[in-house]
C-alpha cells in the first residue's frame, strides 16, 4: 500500500463525501460536510489526542498479546497432533460465538479501565492469527520432511530451520489481519462501558447531537488503523525477508 494510492483514495472519499453532502442537502446535524467535521477536529483536537491516545494503548497491547498467544497455539499444534485434535476444533467452535456478544460480560468481570478493551482485542486477533500461522507450519513440501528424517533432526530443529521461516509469509499476513481487526474490538469494548477512548468520545458526541465529532473520531480511527496495518505490513515484510536470507545464506 503506497503513500500515493492512500491520498488519492482519500481525495476520491471526500470528493465523494463534498458531493453527497450537497447532492442531499442533508442537515449538518444528520450529515456533516468534511469542513465542518475538520473544523471540529481543530477544536477538540486536545480531546481527540488524548482519547486517541487511550485506544492506541489498548490496541497496541492487545495486538501484541493476541499475537504471542496465537504464535504459540500455532506452534503448539503444529507440533503436536494430539493437540491439533483437540484444540483445533475448540478453537473453530469458538468462532460461532460472536465476539462482540462477549464485550458486556467483559467489561462486568474486568471493569470499565482499559483491561476489558484489551482482552476484547486480544479474542477478536487471536484466531485470525492462530490459524493463519498455523496453515503454513503445515503447508510444508513432504520432501523436507523426509530429508530431515533422514539427517536426523528433530521436531523442533525441523520447526526452526524449516516451518517457521516457511510460514511466516502466512504469520505476516495473519498479523495484517490482526492490524485492522484489533481496533473494532477495543471501540466495540468502549463502547460497551468506558470513561475514555475513541469510542466513548463517539457515543458521548452523539448523546449531545455534536455529529460533526462523531464523524471527526470516526476519521481520527480509520487513521490510526491504515497507520496500524501498514507498519505491520512492513514489519512483517522486513522479517519475512531477514529470515529468508539467513536461511538462504545457511543453505549456501
Known amino acids: 500500500m503506497r503513500l500515493q494510492d492512500i491520498l488519492l483514495a482519500l481525495l476520491i472519499g471526500l470528493g465523494l463525501w ?52 496465537g504464535v504459540v497455539t500455532a506452534i503448539q499444534l503444529a507440533m503436536s497432533k494430539t493437540a491439533e485434535r483437540l484444540m483445533l476444533p475448540i ?27 484489551i482482552i476484547m482485542a486480544v479474542l477478536i486477533i487471536y484466531f485470525p492469527v492462530t490459524s493463519a500461522f498455523h496453515d503454513g507450519l503445515t ?8 530429508l530431515a528424517i533422514s539427517m536426523g533432526a528433530g521436531k523442533w530443529t525441523f520447526m526452526r530451520h524449516v516451518q517457521i521461516p516457511n510460514a511466516l509469509p502466512s504469520l505476516g499476513s495473519g498479523l495484517r489481519l490482526a492490524a485492522v481487526y484489533a481496533p473494532i474490538g477495543a471501540v466495540i ?60 545464506n545457511r543453505k549456501t
Open 189 to 248: 469494548g468502549e463502547w460497551v462501558g468506558a470513561s475514555k477512548g475513541l469510542g466513548y468520545l463517539m457515543l458521548l458526541a452523539n448523546g449531545r447531537a455534536k455529529i460533526d465529532l462523531m464523524f471527526a473520531s470516526l476519521i481520527v480511527l480509520a487513521c490510526l488503523t491504515v497507520i496500524l496495518h501498514i507498519s505491520v505490513g512492513m514489519l512483517a515484510t522486513r522479517l519475512t525477508r531477514f529470515t529468508q536470507g539467513t536461511c538462504g
Open 139 to 146: 503447508r510444508i513440501d513432504s520432501g523436507y520432511r523426509d
Open 91 to 117: 478453537l473453530v467452535f469458538t468462532q460461532a460465538v460472536p465476539v462482540f456478544a462477549l464485550a458486556p460480560l467483559l467489561t462486568l468481570w474486568f471493569g470499565y479501565g482499559m483491561g476489558s478493551k
Open 18 to 69: 463534498h458531493a453527497l453532502v450537497i447532492l442531499t442537502d442533508a442537515p449538518h446535524f444528520i450529515l456533516p460536510s468534511p469542513w465542518r467535521v475538520a473544523q471540529a477536529a481543530y477544536n477538540s483536537r486536545v480531546i481527540l489526542l488524548e482519547n486517541a491516545w487511550v485506544t492506541m494503548i489498548e490496541v497496541g497491547l492487545g495486538l501484541v498479546i493476541g499475537s504471542l498467544l
